[in-house]
């Protein structure tokens, strides 16, 4: 079975989402910048969401994880959650 670790960052608002990816590719690490802006609980690991499979995840987020390159910053991606940040880090 496919398989994909991602981490992601969940804040509000799409402009909001954009001055985060700003500052990461402004050389802000990824882990610092989920731990002080996502609204999700897995901000307190740095954005890590872990392993997971196809289908576990919201349809719009799962196109990304599966579908984009690995190591790659993706985003605004928007959810019934609101507006992620997200990077796979591995998929197998």
């Known amino acids: 079975m496919a398989y ?3 981490r ?3 804040v509000d608002s ?3 989402c954009n001055e985060l990816k700003a500052e990461i590719e402004n050389g802000t690490s990824f882990e610092e910048v989920a731990k002080a802006n996502s ?3 897995s901000s307190a690991q740095g954005g890590d ?3 997971f499979g196809p289908g ?3 349809p ?3 196109k990304v994880v599966f579908s984009g390159d690995v190591g790659v910053l993706y985003g605004p991606v928007k959810t019934q959650f609101g507006y992620h940040l997200l990077e796979v880090t591995s998929r197998g």
């Open 4 to 6: 994909a670790t991602a």
């Open 8 to 10: 992601h960052i969940l």
């Open 14 to 16: 799409e402009e909001k």
């Open 39 to 41: 609204q999700c609980p």
């Open 49 to 51: 969401l872990g392993k």
């Open 56 to 58: 576990q995840m919201v």
């Open 60 to 62: 719009e987020f799962d």
